[in-house]
């Protein structure tokens, strides 16, 4: 099982490229399974989820190419409604395969999915949106079954706002009879993307960006050319590794506006922050103030960034709070970080992080995708070796982070 060893101490400096946004290649993939015609994606990370995805496409019988960072395509017959156990475990975005299926093949049969281990990451929203629309679903042997004789359209306003349910749904009312509402959607960037992407096919969908969504459906979706948006959570992950250095980095082919809450935290920590229309410049201070952060739906501070900003607090000046509120069990980066000598206080949903003169290298283990992305922030400040164990899971959402860590000076090596 492979292993990172980081040497802390270099202050990381230059300039490298942003990698298409794995959260929104996913659900965009998955449309694919909405057209009998080619859809040609661009910007696609090379990741295991991405990977792991196209193998599901692929098992449904979806043909597929990949020259570089493009994937094209074509489901123009889908062998099998199914999505089994053994491909569906590692990666909870396969739950996204379960509404186009029923939308086009008037069936599916969807293992229930698992993912990082960070909390309880119910489908239910999913299910009640599906049997608004007309679908019958229950649930046998761990898995959705869902079947319809054509979805109809609705009003959908589910309990919570959750991202996939979102994505599923709306993938689902393209195909539906009528009109579909979702009230109280996700509004984050990767759900707009999958918007634009939809519409580009031929789907009719007002209010992107905002908490409703109206979908009128139409009878068929035809081929498109997209472009995956940047991936915001390896930007603001990038630039906090050059925050805690004390150095300072320029990233291209970025999208800074889909990150406002996390420039204006490192804003507030001391950086001097510079945008374009596709670049962010950091330059980070001799040592960080430390900063409150609070977790919420976009266009609030994201979970996914919350494991980054642990790390800064660990080294800044001062004490700062983390509160987590969505997911219960985000925490678990917090002991590790402890291991390095962090001064980390946890009571319930929140931590109380009170910054140290120093981090020391430690064995660590990554227990979910972000918290390895907080423990490779972290390891760079730490003086002497870190070795970061169970890093599968940072290879489900940063594409050549060696290489990229590397080319901003890091002393960063894969141990296989």
């Known amino acids: 099982m492979d292993k990172l060893a980081i040497v802390g101490g270099v202050r990381l400096a230059g300039e490298i490229p942003v990698s298409g946004a794995k959260n929104a290649a996913l659900p965009i993939l998955c449309a694919a399974l909405l057209t009998e015609e080619p859809l040609e994606v661009e910007n696609v990370p090379h990741l295991r989820d991405v990977d792991t995805l196209l193998a599901l496409l692929a098992r449904m019988g979806v043909a597929i190419e990949r020259e570089g ?28 395969v379960l509404g186009p299926l029923v939308a086009r093949c008037h069936e599916a049969v969807v293992s229930l999915p698992g993912g990082c281990a960070i909390g309880a990451r119910p489908v239910d929203q999913h299910i009640k949106g599906l049997q608004a629309l007309g679908a019958t679903v229950r ?17 959908l306003v589910p309990d919570l706002v959750t991202v996939t349910g979102t994505e599923n749904l709306l993938m689902a009312a393209c195909l539906a009879e009528g009109t579909t509402v979702i009230e109280n959607a996700a509004r984050e960037p990767e759900v707009s993307d999958l918007a634009r992407c939809l519409v580009a096919m031929g789907a009719d969908i007002d209010g992107i960006g905002t908490d409703t969504l109206r979908v009128r459906g139409v009878s068929r979706l035809h081929g498109a050319r997209y472009r995956v948006m940047p991936d915001r959570i390896e930007t603001g992950t990038y630039l906090c590794a050059a925050a805690i250095t004390g150095g300072g980095i320029r990233l291209t082919r970025a ?16 950086c001097r922050i510079e945008t374009g229309p596709d670049w962010v410049v950091l330059q980070a201070p001799a040592r960080l103030r430390a900063v409150d952060v609070r ?28 509160r987590e509120t969505i997911f219960e069990n985000r925490f678990m980066h917090a002991v590790e970080l402890q291991r390095l000598g962090a ?7 929140t931590a109380v992080v009170t910054g140290v003169a120093r981090l020391d290298g430690a064995a660590v283990m990554a227990t979910d995708l972000r918290a390895s ?27 050549r982070i060696e290489e990229k860590l590397g080319a901003l000076g890091a ?3 894969r141990i296989r």
Do not use: C, W
């Not at 489901?75 to 909870?92: C, F, G, N």
């Not at 977790?295 to 700062?320: C, H, I, K, N, R």
């Not at 907080?374 to 970061?388: D, F």
């Open 69 to 96: 960072p493009t994937v094209r395509l074509q489901a123009k017959r889908i062998v099998s409604p199914e999505a089994p156990y053994e491909l569906v475990k590692t990666m909870r975005a396969s739950i996204l």
């Open 139 to 155: 649930v046998e042997h761990g898995y959705i079954h869902a079947t319809t004789p054509g979805l109809r359209g609705a009003r």
């Open 255 to 270: 999208d800074p506006g889909s990150l406002e809450a996390v420039l204006a935290k490192l804003a507030e920590a001391g």
């Open 295 to 322: 977790t919420a739906p976009y266009p609030g501070f994201p979970t996914d960034m919350q494991a980054q900003f642990m790390a800064l607090d660990t080294v800044a000046e001062g004490s700062g709070v983390i």
């Open 343 to 349: 001064d980390i206080r946890i009571d319930g949903n």
């Open 373 to 399: 992305a907080g423990l490779v922030v972290a390891a760079l400040k730490a003086e002497g070796e870190t070795i970061i164990e169970r890093i599968y899971h940072l290879d489900r959402g940063y594409e």
């Open 411 to 413: 002393q960063v090596r």
